[in-house]
């Protein structure tokens, strides 16, 4: 139980978790291609002791492992588990009273603790004295990525009704009065643009308060997505073994933990560009006007840790975030949504944009042919839950005579494409939302979403191969088997939909004149079939944060039935677009720069 991220970094170390980094280092690029490398090594947690421009330390990689995560929340992480299961599922109450007695006494200690003095034990600085960290070439400017941003109810003022979450803050660039404006990035459906909507009715600014550093849990409760009534605050509180200590300044609510506090004020209809800023499906988000925040004071106590993590294609840290999450959580989906056996946010394609879910099939049990029905239901209940709701391919199974699971990602979507039906089982949802960082759309937030569901016997054997009906095709060229079933073709690169929607009439025409191929259910269509099929990931990666199913979605033999699309070979059209996101790219000559690092008699020599 950590009372300060000073108290967990010490205790890293002492464990072996923790490396110091003695050498001067620049925050511009240079931290994060360090913490990237690192990362990608599995190596520790890094304390950055001599940041440029700043006299304050930087920590990231903290939860850069499950491993290290579960270790450093081990003397808490049970009676949290217990206590929101017992959210999930009341009726462990009653059938097991003494464990979850002890779990209604953890959460009573959870409670958060108001104490005088406000900012005291603070002092106050400047944003500009802070470790400013650009992440990415392109990126707009300094980033806080691992805040905890903190607003109150303006109906229901108070910490109980308070929300505590994570969104991307830009300190500097852009247009930004340096010290006094920052931008936050947060959509209106989120806790405080709901509080935001209710400041601006009643005609009030609204108070913010960011929070960065102070014990671990604090930064975990930010993210988590916590049951009906279990407040973040308590959460905070309930993993760090110890009551969420806060105080007010100036009606700011200060906690007294954090290493660092800035507080401020959106004003309704304030805005400024944001971005653009390396985000976690590995593209840059652009820019986009979001909310202004006018900066009131900033605090720091003395000796303060900023910590920071890196955000890109996955896995990156907030990959083991997710993991931890899920372990923490466990079984909350099957209590939100009935007949859910497993939902999983598939990491590898960005998390946000392919769902793998497992569902009961009970309705159709004495039909000829068993046919997704429940799963439908199920499916449809799944998209409009929480994040889930940002999906836009979801993939989902009945699990009958064998055992399946989402996490083998291979296997259970071969387990998809033996049984599928393509002339029934594709269900599209046009015009609708997708994640705002997600720019393979129409528009900002604007896309499609489709259901590719299965159950029942098995209809095919994938091949294993490339099929005949595949070779030698005029315009598409090196055909690649990425997984028994799946085969990557390469094209022209993409110019306009019109101009796709030519080319896939001769790509689906060229192989139907060819013979019937039912052991190839899905061809990709992209700009490097040798990258796509070189690995699993590559493949997830592409093929669904390329594409818009409304309008990549192609088939051999498609057409409609009394407005149902169906085919007979689905094709996925994952090249590049002009509208997308660029990727992110490291800037090579910083690369190479921070290899000092890791040469011998460097902070991180031994780390490859």
């Known amino acids: 139980m950590y009372p300060t991220l000073e108290a967990c970094v010490n205790d890293l170390e002492r464990h072996g978790h923790l490396v110091r980094i003695r050498e001067e280092v620049d925050p511009e690029l240079e931290m994060a291609a360090i913490h990237l490398r690192v990362f990608e090594a599995g190596g520790p947690a890094l304390l950055f002791e001599n940041v440029k421009g700043s006299r304050y330390r930087a920590v990231s990689n903290l939860f850069g492992t499950l491993e290290r995560s579960k270790f450093i929340f081990r003397q808490t992480w049970e009676s949290t588990q217990n206590v929101i299961a017992l959210r999930n599922d009341p009726m462990k109450a009653l059938k097991q009273p003494l464990k979850n007695a002890r779990a209604a006494t953890a959460a009573t200690k959870a409670l958060p603790l108001r104490q005088s003095g406000g900012a005291a034990g603070f002092e106050e600085i400047a944003v500009s004295d802070l470790p ?285 494409l033996e049984r599928i039906d393509l002339q029934r089982d594709i269900h599209f949802q046009t015009n609708t939302t997708i994640d705002t960082l997600d720019y393979s759309g129409t528009g900002l937030n604007q896309g499609s979403k489709v259901i590719l569901a299965a159950c029942g016997e098995k209809k095919r054997e994938l091949c294993a191969s490339v099929p005949p009906q595949l070779e030698g095709l005029r315009s598409f060229v090196n055909p690649r088997l990425v997984l028994p079933g799946v085969v990557a073709l390469e094209g022209p690169a993409f110019g306009s939909y019109t101009e796709a929607e030519g080319q896939l009439r001769e790509l689906t025409e060229a192989i139907r004149e060819r013979g019937d191929m039912p052991e190839c259910p899905l061809i990709v269509l992209c700009d490097d079939s040798s990258f796509l099929s070189e690995a699993l990931s590559n493949f997830l990666w592409t093929t669904f944060t390329r594409s818009n199913p409304s309008h990549d979605m192609y088939g051999v033999n498609s057409g409609y039935t009394f407005k149902h699309w169906g085919c007979d070979n689905l094709v996925i059209d994952a090249r590049a677009k002009p509208h997308h996101a660029p990727p992110l790219i490291p800037d090579p000559a910083v690369v190479k720069r921070i290899d000092r690092l890791f040469a011998s008699g460097g902070s991180l020599s031994g780390i490859r």
């Not at 800023?277 to 900033?298: A, E």
Request: glycine content about 10%; some cysteine.
């Open 132 to 416: 400013l960290i650009k992440h990415w070439p392109m990126d707009g400017g300094a980033f806080v990525t691992l805040p905890q941003v903190y607003t109150e109810d303006p109906d229901k003022p108070g910490i109980m009704n308070a929300n505590l979450g994570m969104y991307r803050v830009q300190l500097t660039g852009n247009d930004y009065i340096t010290d006094k404006e920052i931008g936050l990035h947060y959509q209106i459906h989120r806790g405080i643009g709901i509080h935001q909507h209710k400041a601006d009715r009643k005609g009030e600014p609204l108070k913010v308060s960011i929070f960065a550093g102070g014990p671990p849990a604090h930064t975990l409760s930010a993210v988590m997505p916590l049951p009906e009534g279990l407040s973040e605050l308590t959460f905070a509180g309930l993993l760090s073994g110890r009551r969420f200590r806060y105080g007010y300044e100036d009606g700011f609510c200060i906690s007294r933990e954090a290493d660092f506090v800035i507080t401020g004020e959106i004003h309704s209809g304030e805005t400024k560009p944001e971005g653009p800023f390396g985000d976690h499906l590995g593209y840059y988000s652009l820019i986009h006007p979001f909310p202004l925040m006018r900066v009131r004071k900033v605090y720091a106590k003395p000796n303060a840790i900023w910590p920071f993590t890196v955000v890109g294609r996955p896995p990156q840290e907030d990959t083991a975030f997710g993991a931890l999450i899920h372990e923490l959580t466990g079984d909350a989906v099957k209590q939100e949504i009935p007949g859910v056996k497993e939902v999983h946010a598939v990491d590898a394609a960005g998390v946000h944009p392919l769902l793998f879910a497992i569902g009961s099939e009970r309705y159709t049990p004495y039909a000829p042919a068993k046919q997704p029905a429940e799963l439908l239901t199920i499916a449809n209940r799944i998209l409009g839950t929480g994040q889930l709701s940002l999906a836009k391919y979801l993939f989902i199974a009945a699990e009958e005579r064998e055992p399946l699971s989402t996490h083998h990602e291979a296997e259970f979507l071969s387990y998809i």
